[in-house]
Structures are given as structure tokens and as C-alpha cells.
């Protein structure tokens, strides 16, 4: 039987919010390892904002190692991640363990994470299936690619393809104090699956020194994009594990080459794009409606009252007319040039 999650097709791109997983440049998720208050996830979603992430995640419904750990918030982390998410204008993403928090969490999030611990808990994987949320799944300690694979396939299976694979390490036979990052499973996967594929580094890191390398290389073996855990003082945090602190994540995203600017501009260019496709299929639409009723391609005083139009918004904004006139001049050059190729067809 042929899996979904195998089947030869075109790279899968799933979006959230603004962001696109498998056709944006890197995009960095960001947040705390755990919601602990109001001011806390607000003071890093702010600073994920300025500093050009993508979606704000912070964990609500946690998992320890020790039944002695601090467990979450739960449903008041949720409405505190929501709300900040609201406030910068991010979408957000949480963890959730069993399928009563996925259903109770999916009208405030973007995006629902699926804990390494959790990797395959079918029934629940199931549930977020027919949620349609988008899934963010961890690879499971001791999980091979094929298993792993074999997860992702519970979701798709329910109808929803909108599914990113996590990368966060795995068991190893070195030291106590973190996982492996087996960052050889990014360029191995991109070769077996069209799903998307992040790294997160923090949860392999096991000191905050080395979240930057293996940010880093995750960049460079292909990752499409990564996870950061953010902490306003890592020190007091409620959670162990590596949290960089804000500035130390500025620093990251300045390595990386995605500050909040350039990244912004790279949102705007593909609108544009995506706006210039949209207007093609317009004039299209136009062409076919002339060529019906016999009218010519080439109306000289419909162009010169849209130029007009254009060179006013132009000014309005504060931008030169005669380059946005140049600029539409060539647009409706295109225009022209495929409704003639409609018409000889």
C-alpha cells in the first residue's frame, strides 16, 4: 500500500498565519518552553515579533521526566498564549498530551505540537487528524525515520496534510544531559517524504551554547525552519533545559540572516506575487469576455484612466509615480501580450 506520507508529489507547503513551512526562506518559531504568567509570554512574544519570527509556541499541557516537574497551565496558559499571539499579531502553537486538550485548545491556537513522548499515540493522532489544525509532530527518542513516518501517516490518513515533521533528537549512547540532533535526518528525509521538515536544537543542545551551531546547521543541511525556546530569565524559569534569553535570541536570528526587516520585505515581495497571479487571472477573465463580444485587446483610454488612478495612489503613499507607472506599464504590457495568446489559441 502506497503511504501518503511517501507518495512522489510536490513538496508540501503548509501555512500558518503569514508563514509558509516548505517554501519560505527558514522561518523561526519561537517561545517559551512553558507558559508561566500574563507578562512572561508577552514579554517574548513581543521580542519573537521584533526580532522576525514567525509564530509564537509556548508550552500549556507539559511532560516530565519526573512527576515532580511543573506540569503547565493548562487551559489559562492557552488563553494567555492566544492573547499574546493576538497582541503582535503571531499566529501560536502549543503541546497538548491527550485528545480532550487538543479539542479544547483548537479554537484558540494555529497550531497544535505533538511531544516526542507522545510521537505514537495513534488515537490521539487520529483526533488531530480530523481537527485539521495543523500538526507539528516530534520524532520520538528512539524512533526511526520509518516510524516516525508512520505517524505523520495517522493524520493524513484522517484527511488533513497539513503536517510538519519536528526534528528534536534522538537517544544516544553519550551523556545524561541531552539527546543527539540527528541532523542527517533532514537531507535523508527531504529524499523519502514532501512534508515539511523543522529542527528544533534546544531540546538537543543541553547547554544554551550550542543551540546557535546547531540552529545553524540545521539551516545548512536544509531544515525548513527551526524552533527556538525563549525565556525573559532563563535562570528562573520553571522548567529546565536550554532557554535563551531575549537578547541572546537576537543574536540567533542576526546569524541567521532573518531580522524582523529583511524578513518583513521577503512577506511583501511574495504577496506581491501572489497579488500579480491573482490580477493575471483577471485580465484573462477580460480577454475572454472581449474576445466574446469583439471588442480590441488594446483599449487606449481604459489604460490611460488606470495609469492616471495608479500615479494618484502612487503620490498618496509617497512614492514616485513615473517608477510605479513604469512598473504597471509593463504589467499591462503582460496583460495584453496573453489575451493575444488567448485569442490565437
Known sequence: MERKATRPRHPTVVEIGRARFGADPFPVIAGPCAVESAEQIVAVAKAVK?????????????????????????????????????????????????????????????????????????????????????????????????????????????????????????????????????????????????????????????????VQPLALAAQGVGADGVIIEVHPNPAAAKTVGPQLDLDSFVALMTALGIHRLRTTIDQIDRQIVRLLSSRQDLALEIGRVKAEQGLPIYIPDRESELLAIIEEEAIRAGLDAGHVRALFQLVLAESRRLQQLLRSR
Not at 488563553?79 to 502553537?93: E, F, I, N, R
Not at 479554537?107 to 485539521?132: H, N, P, T, W, Y
Open 50 to 210: 521584533e526580532a522576525g519570527g514567525v509564530m509564537l509556541r509556548g508550552g500549556c499541557y507539559k511532560s516530565n521526566t519526573t512527576p515532580y516537574g511543573f506540569r503547565g497551565l493548562g487551559r489559562e496558559g492557552v488563553k494567555l498564549l492566544a492573547a499574546a499571539g493576538a497582541d503582535v499579531g503571531l499566529p501560536v502553537a502549543t503541546q497538548v498530551l491527550r485528545a480532550e486538550d487538543a479539542e479544547d485548545a483548537a479554537d484558540q491556537v494555529d497550531a497544535i505540537e505533538v511531544g516526542s513522548g507522545s510521537m505514537q499515540d495513534f488515537e490521539l493522532l487520529r483526533v488531530l487528524g480530523k481537527l485539521g489544525k495543523p500538526v507539528m509532530l516530534r520524532r520520538g527518542a528512539s524512533a526511526t525515520l520509518d516510524e516516525w513516518l508512520w505517524s505523520a501517516e495517522y493524520v493524513l490518513a484522517e484527511g488533513n496534510d497539513n503536517v510538519i515533521l519536528v526534528e528534536r533528537g534522538v537517544r544516544t549512547f553519550g551523556g545524561l544531559e541531552a539527546d543527539m540532533l540527528d541532523i542527517t535526518a533532514v537531507p535523508q528525509l527531504k529524499e523519502l517524504t514532501h512534508l515539511p521538515i523543522v529542527v528544533d536544537p534546544s531540546h538537543a543542545a543541553g547547554v544554551v551554547q550550542r
